[in-house]
């Protein structure tokens, strides 16, 4: 289960929703969409001013979807207002103006969520609609926007064996603190389920690296890491943490962050969230970077998060004060829930 996009290699749980406030000023409002492979465009936040905020329908169980353009609400559109001709950036840096043609709905896991569909489609064979999370070609906004790509690393570059030793070392602390949690708000917290002795046979994988220049020679980065097990032996009363082991893989610890490194490449003691989940991916989000936008300290990183039942879209940024990352929107892009749940 990784998300994906077109043109371009493939990369916590769902984050806290709400808006956040940036701190320098922009003008005119403008809204800001994903671009998917079938040529939908989904709004999914407006910038207005220093405001982040989101006045398009998120995915229902059943979408009302307008008979045309005019049938659209004003509401929908929020301030920038009716905006038939987009500008449309794809993540290989091709823009263009990408014309709206009508309303269309489109499917968003268990959900149905409403779209603007336009004639800009990924190059044949266009995925089917089945396709969850569906490949995004992009980005588009309702006025131009300077969008630039969030560069994906390699092992070839030499900041990547930096990187998976600091992680790999934060990953290890984070599970020998686990070994060390009994309640935490009265709630009874669970060992790792493989011994420290097993643990420490095991290196941490760095599964994706993602990099934007920060400015003053630093830069932004984004990681996904694992450290994977065999299935742990367990006690009559305890319940087993993976079903089954999948090529010989029965647990692993999942781990994902932010962190700054700078001119030097020396990797700071990286804060990540840290997990223990099944080796397939059942309870973590992967993040999909899409491109940033802005500069200096009002620089947005886009990102789509995943699930295997859910999709949203975010936007982060890094607070200089504490030196971590701060959300600034989050729209829900569809999931499955149980039948009870509707």
Not at 161 to 182: L, P, T, W
Not at 211 to 237: H, I, N
Not at 250 to 264: H, K, L, R, S
Request: aromatic letters at 10%; hydrophobic letters at 40%.
């Amino acid at each position: 289960m990784r998300a994906g996009i077109i043109g371009v290699s493939a990369l916590a749980l769902c984050l806290a929703g709400g808006f956040s406030v940036l701190r320098a000023d922009y003008t005119p409002a403008v809204t800001i969409a994903v671009l998917r492979g079938d040529g939908v465009l989904v709004p999914i936040a407006t910038r207005t001013d220093s405001k982040w905020t989101n006045t398009w329908p998120v995915p229902l169980k059943k979408a009302d979807v307008p008979l045309g353009l005019d049938g659209i609400p004003k509401r929908w559109w929020g301030k920038p207002g009716p905006t038939p001709t987009w500008h449309a950036w794809q993540i290989d840096g091709v823009t263009s103006k990408v014309a709206v043609e009508r309303p269309s709905w489109y499917l968003a896991h268990c959900q149905q969520g409403v779209g603007l569909k336009t004639s800009l489609t990924a190059q044949p064979p266009v995925p089917p609609p089945t396709v969850q999370p569906y490949p995004k070609l992009g980005l588009a906004s309702t006025s131009p926007l300077a969008f630039k790509q969030i560069e994906p690393i390699d092992q070839s570059d030499p900041i990547w064996m930096k990187v998976a030793d600091a992680v790999g070392a934060a990953i290890s602390k984070a599970e020998d603190e686990m070994d060390r949690r009994r309640v935490i708000n009265s709630i009874p917290q669970l060992k790792h389920p493989t011994p420290a002795a097993e643990r420490a046979n095991v290196s941490a994988h760095v599964e994706a690296l993602y990099r934007v220049p920060q400015g003053a020679g630093r830069s932004l980065y984004y990681v996904e890491a694992t450290k994977r097990y065999g299935m742990p032996p367990l006690p009559a009363d305890r319940k087993a943490v993976a079903p089954s082991p999948k090529e010989g893989c029965g647990v692993m610890t999942f781990a994902n962050g932010f962190f700054v490194a700078g001119a030097d490449d020396a990797i700071p003691p990286p804060t990540l969230n840290v997990k223990v989940t099944s080796c397939d991916y059942d309870t973590v989000s992967l993040i999909l970077p899409l491109a940033v936008v802005g500069e200096g300290k009002s620089q947005v990183w886009i990102g789509q998060v995943t699930g295997w039942d859910y999709e949203a879209y975010a936007g982060f940024r890094w607070n200089e004060q504490d030196s971590k990352i701060a959300d600034v929107f989050f729209t829900h892009g569809g999931w499955c829930v149980p039948p009870d749940g509707w």
